[in-house]
């Protein structure tokens, strides 16, 4: 069965600083994988996503993410963190005839 | 253009009414999907409609949960006999299909279940 796990509930990072917000996934098959995000008191949003293109995946408002398929990892990064990227960020992986199966969430936190 | 809407934003019930939950997804989307999503917590599948298919019901937790999708569009989830822990935001999806598509979000129903 599929599952993602993403690291940590929360992180703390001070504004300016490098984001990088863990997501490994377990499947038998290449799989397409999506970042989320969810800014408060709002639905969820596309942020990227990998469907076996690129391994190195830009998404919106600076964020990247890169398929390392040795490590079945898929982590989110941004070189600079803004104070309105404060938000959850939920990681997902699919196959090609199924829906998505999600990470936990995890909320970042940016200090001032 | 109008993305996926959800109504009501918020609703607060006493513990055993039952509750109606309507999503109304982006046109042309053929899969909806909705999840729960309790406080701290990630999404719960619940249950997705694809096109004409039979619905996959594999995720709701109880038979007090049911939903259905008329005319391949607006659906309505609908919880009989609501239990205090039923109590989370309730999020509507749709897509064009499976796998690598985009699922676009409403903004969710907040249920409160006093």
């Known amino acids: 069965a599929q599952s993602v796990t993403q690291l940590g509930s929360h992180v703390s990072v001070s504004e300016g600083a490098l984001v990088l917000l863990r997501c490994n996934y377990s499947?038998?098959?290449?799989?397409?994988l999506f970042w989320y995000v969810q800014y408060p008191n709002q639905g969820l949003q596309l942020l990227l996503k990998?469907?076996?293109?690129a391994t190195l995946v830009k998404g919106i408002n600076g964020f990247e993410a890169e398929f390392k398929k040795s490590e079945t990892s898929f982590h989110l990064t941004k070189p600079s963190a803004h104070m309105s990227d404060a938000a959850e960020y939920f990681c997902a992986v699919s196959h090609s005839n199924y829906q998505l199966i999600w990470g936990a969430g995890t909320k970042l936190i940016i200090k001032p | 253009g109008a993305g996926v809407s959800q109504s009501p934003s918020n609703k607060v019930t006493e513990k055993g009414k039952d509750v109606e939950l309507r999503c109304d997804p982006i046109s042309g989307h053929t899969a909806l999907y909705w999840y729960r999503q309790s406080l701290g917590q990630g999404l719960e599948f619940l249950i997705y409609?694809?096109?004409?298919?039979?619905?996959?019901k594999s995720g709701l937790p109880s038979d007090r949960f049911s939903a259905e999708r008329t005319g391949g569009s607006v659906s309505t989830l609908t919880i009989q006999r609501t239990q205090q822990e039923d109590s989370a935001v309730y999020l509507c999806?749709?897509?064009?299909?499976?796998?690598?598509?985009?699922?676009?979000f409403g903004p969710g129903t907040r249920l409160t279940v006093l």
């Open positions: 990998y469907t076996s293109a």
């Open positions: 499947s038998s098959v290449p799989p397409y």
């Open positions: 999806a749709s897509s064009q299909g499976l796998g690598s598509n985009e699922q676009f």
């Open positions: 409609f694809q096109g004409n298919s039979a619905p996959d």
